[in-house]
Structure formats: structure tokens, C-alpha cells
């Protein structure tokens, strides 16, 4: 089961679940105020240890190729 960021449209509160794919969250309850029916959020994901180049992948993010000892 992938974990997914759910937003409570009544205080604001994120929380991190893991929830079956394709559910939007609508059984879920915020442990903050106890509004039932959270939303599905949008969220970013990290990757580390990743290097494009033959270097040691010691590129700060953002650096496309750009910096230099990396690439």
C-alpha cells in the first residue's frame, strides 16, 4: 500500500497514511479536530544517492549538471 499526505479542509492539519491506491480519503477522520473526510494532497518526493555523472553525486539540488567535482 503506497502512504499518502491527507488534508483536513477543516483545520489545516496534514497527516501521512498508509491507504489502499485510488482511495481519496473520504473514511478518514483528523486526529486534530475530528472532521470526518479528509483530501488527498499533492506531495513532493525525495530521492538520495542518486548521481547522473561518474562522480560521487555530490550535487546539491537543483544542480542539473551545473556544479563542478560531480559530473
Do not use: D, W
Not at 488534508?7 to 489502499?20: N, V
Not at 561518474?54 to 544542480?63: E, H, I, K, L, Y
Amino acid at each position: 500500500m503506497p502512504i499518502y499526505e491527507f488534508g483536513c479542509p477543516s483545520c489545516g492539519i496534514l497527516t501521512t497514511e498508509l491507504y489502499k491506491m485510488g482511495e481519496n480519503g473520504e473514511l478518514l477522520t483528523c486526529s486534530n479536530c475530528g472532521h470526518a473526510g479528509l483530501t488527498r494532497q499533492i506531495s513532493g518526493f525525495a530521492s538520495l544517492g542518486v548521481s547522473g555523472g561518474a562522480g560521487g553525486g555530490n550535487c546539491s539540488p537543483g544542480c542539473h549538471g551545473n556544479c563542478t567535482g560531480c559530473h
